[in-house]
């Protein structure tokens, strides 16, 4: 709890239940499958120290993250209120991970040697789930710290002081890698996976089209051009190493991570300024934009122009603005991430070919089931020397990011807008699952603005059958993958958690390329003392609004008595002014005599809070539905443990 206001406010749950919500029997349901499905897992596809169990190669610079990723939600889950001992198994999977990574010669001193920050990012969700899962782990809090400084330690070469640049694309505890190692020492087209994305570079003489590097000569110096000009510098997708610093920033504040946040981000902004407040994706050894291509404010490693455009830079851009405003308490640092949205929003059109048009469209339409001659608005993501081009449907989780930190009216405008045109009805929960655990924003969010009553219970069916899908491709397929597929894992990871984190914190899963974990609501078991919905206890947040919450609780143990810590943001960052909840106005049970089973009458009540944290007693078989009033970012966040009282200062 909170040493500097005392006790928390506690609460006591008088509303027994009469008719048992099927949401909440849905919600334990999947605690209790999920805590089974991990288990299998494992026991299936890892050694006995943690580590998968592989007998491949590792090829190029490649794959540290394809590694960690099948294991990058089991903490979130514990921290959701998973089984006790996935805590111990979560943190051997990542020593047995790290020491598999060791041996193959990509990790140094448990931190990924060098390599870029799209998939640096995809390897570290998994540390950070733990940090936060676990605050009190001095190992973890150790290694954060001595991450962090990996590049905030001039010494260790990754970044440059005097030009607020990280000095190349792929970096790390080996410190900077020039270029991009062996896998485009030529670029041909025989690589056919990579004929999608066209170029890398569309400005060398002689090379226009993708057909023109079946020459051995032209895709050596492709290669040449990729590893000079794409493999130095700053790059727009290396602002996800914030992540890493915000993360050690969370245990102690120590200034000199808040202020290289700060800093770093400030940077890029400024060059985002003279850009007319678009990102740029590129800066060279000597911090210059567009040094390393003619000039150009595109180019870059996993930038503008290839191969994946706002897919990656908006990702990273939002991932940087989210972290300094966890460490400043500010949101105007979002403009950040506002200006990409916008810029390709300006320039959408509407297409009935959302599956052909752009180099990714056709998974989106799989998932969304959208069918060829559907009409959708369609949005740039990519920008070369003839402009934008490439073109894919808006990418939801990012305005949906923007309008959840901030309700403002113009982030709801945007989001809302963009339903229009949508190709698909936002309100239907579409079956599919992905590794990133994200995709349903659309109903999630309809739901939270009330437009979507049925989500909850709809939304929990398909994490079900999404379990229950991966577990039978598991027990098919019992072994592990051919060299060439070190992909396997992530695609049969039975740990589903994106509609856990929706409607119990209230908020979207972490963006996935190394985002940390935000939420509107965390829980603790105040009687075991641990992260967590406690057994048999159901939480659902119903609305999130820029004044508070409205969230349900309820307790199905028939005999067990249970407490919840309630905690504001995910950091304690937040203030509970005070809680509005319903209680019996009656206390008699009834008379035994009567054939109804009596709706219990109820009153409005409210209590003051003035704290991050508010507790609530729960008897056997009640439930409590409280409004809170929040003041958001009223504190400082702290990775703040549900153990002993963590401290908190006034922001």
């Known amino acids: 709890m909170d040493e500097t206001q005392g006790d928390p406010t506690r609460v006591e749950a008088t509303v027994p239940i009469r008719e048992t919500p099927l949401w909440a029997v849905l919600e334990r349901r999947l605690f209790s499958v999920l805590d089974t499905a991990w288990r299998e897992f494992a026991a299936t596809y890892c050694g006995p120290d943690g580590r998968l169990t592989y007998g491949g190669r590792m090829h190029h610079r490649d794959g540290v993250d394809d590694f960690y990723e099948p294991f990058f939600n089991w903490p979130v889950l514990y921290r959701l209120g998973g089984a006790d001992d996935l805590l111990p198994a979560v943190k051997e999977h990542w020593a047995g991970v790290t020491a598999q990574m060791t041996e193959f010669g990509f990790v140094r001193d448990e931190y990924e040697v060098g390599y870029d ?68 020492i030529e670029y041909s087209a025989t690589q056919a996976a990579m004929k999608p994305y066209g170029l890398p570079l569309d400005d060398l ?29 700053d790059t727009a ?67 503008w122009a290839w191969p994946h455009g706002l897919h990656s830079v908006e990702s990273a851009a939002m991932i940087a603005a989210v972290n300094e405003t966890l460490v400043t308490g500010g949101t105007a640092g979002l403009d950040l991430a506002r200006a990409p949205l916008d810029t390709v929003i300006a320039r959408s059109v509407v297409r009935a070919d959302a599956a052909t048009a752009g180099s990714m469209g056709w998974g989106w339409a799989q998932k969304m089931d959208v069918a060829p001659g559907v009409p959708v608005r369609l949005v740039p993501y990519r920008h070369g020397s003839d402009g934008w081009f490439d073109l894919h449907p808006v990418p939801l989780v990012y305005p949906v990011w923007l309008w959840w930190l901030t309700s403002e ?101 972490a963006l996935y390329n190394g985002g940390l974990a935000l939420a509107r609501v965390t829980f603790g078991d105040a009687l075991r003392g641990r992260p967590g919905l406690p057994d048999d206890v159901a939480a659902l947040v119903r609305e999130a609004d820029a004044d508070g919450v409205r969230l349900e609780l309820v307790n199905l143990d028939p005999a067990a008595r249970r407490e919840v810590v309630v905690q504001a943001g995910a950091f304690g960052e937040d203030r509970i002014d005070r809680a509005v909840f319903d209680q019996r106005a009656d206390d008699r049970p009834g008379d035994s005599r009567g054939y109804l089973v009596p709706d ?52």
């Not at 590097?213 to 493999?231: F, H, I, P, S, V």
């Open 117 to 184: 920050w799209f998939h640096q990012g995809e390897s570290l969700n998994f540390f950070y789930a733990i940090c936060a899962a676990d605050p009190d782990d001095s190992d973890f809090r150790e290694r954060a710290l001595r991450f962090a400084r990996l590049y905030t330690d001039p010494a260790r070469g990754n970044y440059d002081p005097d030009a607020r640049i990280i000095v190349a694309p792929h970096t790390g505890s080996g410190g900077p890698r020039p270029g991009l190692g062996t896998e485009w």
């Open 409 to 509: 009216a113009g982030d709801r405008k945007r989001l809302e807008s963009l339903e229009e045109d949508a190709g698909f009805d936002w309100r239907d929960t579409k079956w599919f699952q992905d590794k990133e655990e994200q995709g349903h924003e659309a109903p999630w969010v309809s739901f939270l603005l009330g437009r979507n009553p049925r989500y909850p219970e709809d939304a929990l069916g398909l994490a079900l059958g999404q379990v229950a899908r991966r577990l039978a491709l598991m027990r098919e397929t019992p072994y592990g993958p051919p060299d060439d597929d070190i992909h396997w894992w992530q695609r049969l990871n039975p740990v589903v958690t994106e509609v856990l984190t929706q409607l119990v914190t209230g908020a979207p899963p």
């Open 237 to 303: 997708v290396n602002l996800a190493a914030t992540s890493l610093v915000t993360n050690a920033w969370l245990y102690d504040h120590a200034p000199e991570l808040g202020d290289w946040v700060v800093e770093y981000v400030g940077a890029w902004r400024e060059r985002a300024a003279a850009n007319g407040g678009l990102i740029p994706d590129n800066v060279g050894p000597s911090g210059v934009v567009g040094e390393l291509h003619g000039g150009h404010w595109y180019g870059g490693h996993y930038g």
């Open 600 to 651: 219990p009458r109820t009153r409005q009540a409210e209590a003051p809070v003035g704290s991050s944290r508010l507790l609530i007693a729960l008897p056997p078989l009640h439930r409590i539905s409280l409004r809170l009033e929040i003041t958001r970012r009223a504190q400082t966040p702290a990775h703040t443990s549900f153990t002993r009282p963590t401290p908190r200062r006034d922001t």
């Open 205 to 233: 003489p002689g090379i226009t089209r993708w057909d023109d590097l079946y020459a051995q000569e032209n895709a050596r110096r492709m290669g040449d051009a990729m590893q000079d000009r794409l493999g130095r510098g």
